[in-house]
């Protein structure tokens, strides 16, 4: 865990969420300041919905120029993208339905295709987007949650993709998931890491026994998946509400 990394506890998953929304549009703010666009990676899952849900309504979907902004992905199911289970498609409903921004802007993983060709597809994605010159690509904010068994985005524990060196995106396979949550695609260490920013957003009283053991410093053995993000040049915070947080309190 970078010494680096704040760590915020807001008292419910209410102000959680607000105050989530808050630091994801001063990033923009700030980062629009000197540049053209803003790169922002989406987590998925349920916690972002109040997240989103807020970003997409007054006051706060007024705060930005949308239109600036290129929506990407950490993770998606291997579902079509109108399909409940799909990250794009929790996303789509609840912020970018309400956006007026270019499709263009909206740089999906394909959950509908074979895996592999989606995660190399979305590679290239990636790379035409930033330029073959940048090297790991750097976003401007990636957002993830962390599982109650310490993943974060489709690095699940114990899986290889946690090893991968060289590729940005990979297909995974967890097969303790449901179908069909099994397959995944999902961006891997070396380019998550590579962002400016990182906020990892945690809600609930069921995660807080795996918050404790990724914030903790006693050299646990068992390294999990979250504990293995962190920037290698930017900023990460922790956002946590208190249900999240009560194993952490001083
Ligand atoms: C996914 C997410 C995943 C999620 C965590 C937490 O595709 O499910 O990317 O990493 O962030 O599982 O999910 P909840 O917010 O639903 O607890």
Redesign the pocket.
């Known amino acids: 865990m970078p010494t680096s990394a704040a760590v915020i506890v807001y008292k419910d998953a209410n102000e959680l969420a607000r105050q989530a929304a808050g630091y994801i549009l001063s990033s923009i703010e700030q980062t629009l300041v000197g540049h053209e666009r803003f790169s922002l990676v989406l987590?998925?899952?349920?916690?972002?919905k109040a997240i989103y849900t807020l970003l997409g309504q007054p006051p706060l979907v007024d705060r930005v120029p949308w239109s600036r902004v290129h929506f990407f992905w950490?993770?998606?199911?291997c579902v079509p993208p109108d399909h409940a289970d799909s990250?794009y498609c929790m996303a789509y409903e609840t912020l970018l339905s309400y956006l007026v921004l270019p499709l263009q802007n909206i740089h999906r993983i394909q959950g509908e295709i074979p895996p592999e060709e989606s995660a190399a597809s979305y590679e290239q994605t990636i790379t035409e987007f930033f330029g073959e010159h940048i090297r790991p690509p750097r976003f401007d904010l990636v957002l993830?949650?962390?599982?109650?068994d310490g993943?974060?985005?489709?690095?699940f524990p114990d899986s290889p993709a946690l090893d991968e060196t060289q590729r940005w995106v990979v297909a995974v396979d967890h097969t303790q998931l449901p179908a069909p949550?099994v397959a995944?695609v999902?961006m891997t260490l070396p380019l998550l890491n590579a962002a400016r920013r990182i906020a990892l957003i945690?809600?609930?009283a069921?995660?807080a026994g795996q918050v404790r053991r990724a914030l903790s410093e006693d050299g646990d053995a068992t390294v999990l998946p979250v504990q293995r993000v962190y920037p290698e040049d930017g900023e990460m915070v922790w956002l946590l509400d208190d249900a999240a947080a009560n194993m952490i309190h001083p």
């Open positions: 987590s998925g899952g349920s916690t972002p950490g993770d998606e199911r990250n993830l949650g962390m599982g109650n993943h974060t985005a489709s690095l949550l995944r999902t945690v809600s609930g069921a995660k």
